[in-house]
T-cell receptor
Framework: ETGVTQTPRHLVMGMTNKKSLKCEQH?????MYWYKQSAKKPLELMFV???????ENNSVPSRFSPECPNSSHLFLHLHTLQPEDSALYLC?????????????FGNGTRLTVT | AQSVTQLGSHVSVSEGALVLLRCNYS??????LFWYVQYPNQGLQLLLK??????LVKGINGFEAEFKKSETSFHLTKPSAHMSDAAEYFC????????????FGTGTSLTVIP
C-alpha cells in the first residue's frame, strides 16, 4: 500500500462519544499534519508533528488530542465534540528537512457530530 | 506573514475552453508554490509545484502554471477543459521563511459545462 491512508472514511458520533481517527503514511516522510476542512472555510491547520515532536498547535480545542507514536502513524483522539466540529479531517505528510517537499494528503475522514 | 489569494471562488468554463484559475501570494521572498486539486470526498492531490528554475511548470492532467515574480502570481491554466476537470483547486505557498508551514488559498470550484 502506498501514499497516505486514513480510517475510517466516514464517522458519525454523538457529543458524548470518544473516537479516534487514524492516519498512516507509507512515503518515508518525517512530518505529519492534521487539517480540518469545513464548508466555505479555508483549510485549517490543526497539528504538526515533525520528527515525532509536536511543533504547532494553533489553539485547537482540547477536545481534540493528537498522538504520533512514530513517523508513520498519526492519530486524532476525539471526545465531547460539538456539532460545529463536523467537517472533513485531512491527514498529510511531508519531508520536513526538505523545504521544497509538498504535502501528500490522505482522502480524509468525514466526521458528523450529532 | 504569508497569504494566498485565489480570485473567484467559482469558475465555469465550457468543455474544450481555456481554464484559467488565478492565484496571487504575498511574500517578502520568493516562496515555493503549489497547486492542488480536490475531487468530491477525496483529499488534496498535488497538480504541480514551483521551487526554483524554469518559471513555467507543467503538471498532471495537462495543467501548467507560470510563476511571475513581478506580479506575485502563480496562475493555473489548461488549454482545453475536460469534464473530468470539475473539482476544487487550491493554491498554496511554503518556504524557508514560513518555517516550512503551508498557507492555502480558499479554493476555486471549477465547473465544466458540456
Amino acid at each position: 500500500e502506498t501514499g497516505v491512508t486514513q480510517t475510517p472514511r466516514h464517522l458519525v458520533m454523538g457529543m458524548t462519544n470518544k473516537k479516534s481517527l487514524k492516519c498512516e503514511q507509507h512515503l518515508g516522510h518525517n512530518a505529519m499534519y492534521w487539517y480540518k476542512q469545513s464548508a466555505k472555510k479555508p483549510l485549517e491547520l490543526m497539528f504538526v508533528y515533525s520528527l515525532e515532536e509536536r511543533v504547532e498547535n494553533n489553539s485547537v480545542p482540547s477536545r481534540f488530542s493528537p498522538e504520533c507514536p512514530n513517523s508513520s502513524h498519526l492519530f486524532l483522539h476525539l471526545h465531547t465534540l460539538q456539532p460545529e466540529d463536523s467537517a472533513l479531517y485531512l491527514c498529510a505528510s511531508s519531508q520536513a528537512d526538505r523545504d521544497t517537499s509538498p504535502l501528500h494528503f490522505g482522502n480524509g475522514t468525514r466526521l458528523t457530530v450529532t | 506573514a504569508q497569504s494566498v489569494t485565489q480570485l473567484g471562488s467559482h469558475v465555469s468554463v465550457s468543455e474544450g475552453a481555456l481554464v484559467l484559475l488565478r492565484c496571487n501570494y504575498s511574500s517578502s521572498v520568493p516562496p515555493y508554490l503549489f497547486w492542488y486539486v480536490q475531487y468530491p470526498n477525496q483529499g488534496l492531490q498535488l497538480l504541480l509545484k514551483y521551487t526554483t528554475g524554469a518559471t513555467l511548470v507543467k503538471g498532471i492532467n495537462g495543467f501548467e502554471a507560470e510563476f511571475k515574480k513581478s506580479e506575485t502570481s502563480f496562475h493555473l491554466t489548461k488549454p482545453s477543459a475536460h469534464m473530468s476537470d470539475a473539482a476544487e483547486y487550491f493554491c498554496a505557498v511554503s518556504g524557508s521563511n514560513t518555517g516550512n508551514q503551508f498557507y492555502f488559498g480558499t479554493g476555486t470550484s471549477l465547473t465544466v459545462i458540456p
